[in-house]
């Protein structure tokens, strides 16, 4: 019975000789890493502006909203004491100092509203880029869906409101002020 183990071939296990290993020089570095993701994100441009595009818009709905309050607070205030003073709207009586004025009054709601606009705005595509960028309905709703939502939660915590216009005042200068600001 012949074996099924086969024979090496003469001259198969050996190295041949190339002569003497040429002299690399090696960099320290591993060429082959990968940059560190911080540094990665910064190298990229593109990133750089989707950033800036988002801090921009982000700032001027900010704006606006926080505008749109203090309008609001403002006529309601002047319409009902007779005078536009800004300062009415936080101190009806006259008591508070110089200082103080009616964008200090805004500051409670103002968080509020600010995370509820950037979260539904964010969701409805209003922070995406100029070609993708919803228009002026999607805005409109997106500001309505924003006043729904603070009025909701408003009721849900028990605030006692002797009349709702804070809600659909603010969102009729909501409307005007965000709309502009984004108009270039």
Known sequence: MPSTQQQPREGAGKVPDLGPAPDFALSARDVRRKRPPALAFLLKLDNVRKVMRLATLVTLDVFGVYMAIV???????GLLSGEWNPRSVIDPVGTADASTSAFASVDHALKFAILVTVLLFARSGLYASRGERP?????????????LVALVFAVAIGKRFDSYYIFYGSLFFGVVYVSLLRLG
């Not at 309008?71 to 205030?77: E, G, I, Y």
């Not at 228009?135 to 006043?147: E, H, K, N, P, Y």
């Open 135 to 147: 228009g002026m309905t999607r805005i409109v709703s997106s500001l309505f869906q924003v006043g």
């Open 71 to 77: 309008s609001a607070l403002t006529l309601k205030a």
